[in-house]
């Protein structure tokens, strides 16, 4: 499906901010139900855009936002999409099978109060997945690609993890023993559209609507790597359950510092995504006994022998605001370049996405393959590796290669793309006569 939906400029935005009633988002079966997420990523990019625009009049740009990070956030966020085309058959089915076999009471899919209910019950839900996703290291390691970012900007709420949609949905099945599959699918959406906007350092408070909803405010202290600001602020839409289970935190005089406790470095987005896995394994062999081992597992990512579930909150850096920000030092030209390769990334997405359902499962699995080495020759460029010109020419070459192969063997695919494929052509091709030199001369150094 493409990401490019024609949604009003209203109906659009108010879908942001959770603005919308019972009767217009609900519906029969699930199969009614729109791809949300995906129609809002125009108003996504337009929030954004507002937001740099705000800021370069604060004269704040360079503070709140890094193109390399921006970069990373959007890109974790297409990975994201990607990997939810192939997850939302098998969540949604399994929630409309609990519904139809083992439900104790049937609600009314059209009833205000079923809807009522079912944005309650998620959010509810949501609290406990998002708080064991920081207090079980299992989960810790797919949700702390959200955390990664050392910026706190709209792009940061596009930062996620492929693996978190596989488990999370597994919280949300007890709400199918009531609720009708298409109201817990509706509100899974909007739980985390609502979640975006909340993603941002301009807005300071909402007044009375902090006891009540998660703001900015409360949600700049979840992320947070101040000892303050250690796992606090679970909630998604309502505060009100982290008041109630005591896992509130308000925002302090002392400024936030975002990110990990432990940065990691890199605008890889494989790596972003990979890294704490990695550690986790290490620290599996490394422990002795079967106990401790499953300790790192099922215990916090803190956890070490003789310390609590959590572990302890002295061991956290006493870090004060300001702390040094991984920023690489990329050349005024190769910025250009990554912006206008970055944007054709998502293009070629889209028109890829917009014809999912065409495509064979090796079709499918090549393409997706294709996209993931796409967007880590942009992590390569933004981390400045020695060997990105290598991992660039290679990809300028493979796209023109399979534009020859698309021009000639399916020629009703390129006449409906027939401008964008001239533009990728003209891109790539133009591409190509930069990277040669670059690996002929300066292949074994870094992009400068």
């Known amino acids: 499906m493409s990401m490019l939906q024609n949604t009003d400029p209203l109906t659009g935005t108010r879908r942001l901010f959770y603005a ?17 997420i995906i129609e809002a990523f125009p108003y996504f990019m337009g929030a954004m855009l507002l937001e740099l625009i705000v800021s370069v009049i604060e004269g704040k740009q360079d503070e709140r936002y890094s193109l390399a990070d921006t970069i990373g956030s959007i890109t974790a966020g297409a990975f994201m999409i990607a990997v939810s085309a192939m997850v939302r058959g098998f969540e949604v089915v399994a929630y409309a099978a609990i519904n139809k076999h083992y439900s104790f009471v049937t609600l009314p899919w059209d009833s205000p109060w079923t809807w009522i209910l079912a944005f309650l019950g998620l959010d509810f839900m949501y609290y406990w997945f998002h708080r064991l996703a920081h207090e079980v290291n299992m989960l810790w390691a797919f949700h702390q690609v959200h955390h990664s970012s050392e910026e706190y900007n709209l792009s940061t709420a596009l930062r996620q993890s492929v693996f978190q949609r596989y488990t999370s949905w597994v919280f949300y099945t007890v709400l199918a023993l009531a609720l009708p599959a298409s109201a817990i699918y509706v509100h899974v959406q909007f739980n985390t559209l609502y979640q975006f906007w909340i993603h941002t350092r301009i807005i300071k408070s909402l007044g009375p609507l902090e006891y009540i909803l998660n703001t900015p405010s409360h949600h700049r202290v979840h992320h947070g790597r101040n000892r303050y600001c250690i796992d606090k602020n679970y909630a998604g839409t309502l505060i009100i359950w982290d008041r109630l289970f005591g896992t509130f935190e308000a925002e302090q005089e002392e400024e936030v510092v975002y990110g990990l406790v432990h940065p990691i470095q890199t605008f890889d987005p494989i790596q972003t995504q990979l890294c704490h896995m990695q550690w986790m394994w290490q620290q599996f062999w490394l422990q002795q006994g079967i106990f401790n081992k499953l300790c790192v597992i099922f215990k916090g990512p803190g956890w070490e022998p003789g310390k609590p579930r959590l572990g302890n909150i002295e061991d956290i850096p006493d870090i ?5 920000k991984y920023r690489t030092q990329i050349a005024g030209w190769c910025q250009v370049y990554v912006t206008i390769h970055f944007a054709l990334n998502i293009m070629v997405m889209d028109m890829y996405g917009s014809k999912y359902d065409m495509h064979t499962a090796l079709g499918a699995m090549i393409g997706i393959s294709f ?15 020695s060997y990105a010109p290598v991992l660039e ?6 796209v023109l290669s399979m534009d020859a192969y698309i021009t000639r063997s399916m020629p009703d695919y390129a006449a409906v793309y027939y401008y964008h494929l001239i533009l990728l052509r003209v891109a790539f091709g133009l591409s190509t006569l930069i990277w040669i030199p670059q690996v002929l001369i300066n292949g074994k150094k870094k992009v400068e």
Request: with cysteine; aromatic share 12%; glycine share 2%.
């Open 20 to 36: 919308v009633t019972p009767n217009e988002t609900s519906f029969a079966t699930v199969d009614e139900v729109p791809d949300y």
């Open 393 to 398: 020419l290679i990809r300028c070459v493979m």
């Open 320 to 324: 004060k605001y300001p702390m040094p």
């Open 371 to 385: 996209l993931i080495y796409s967007f880590t020759c942009v992590g390569a460029l933004c981390d400045v590796k």
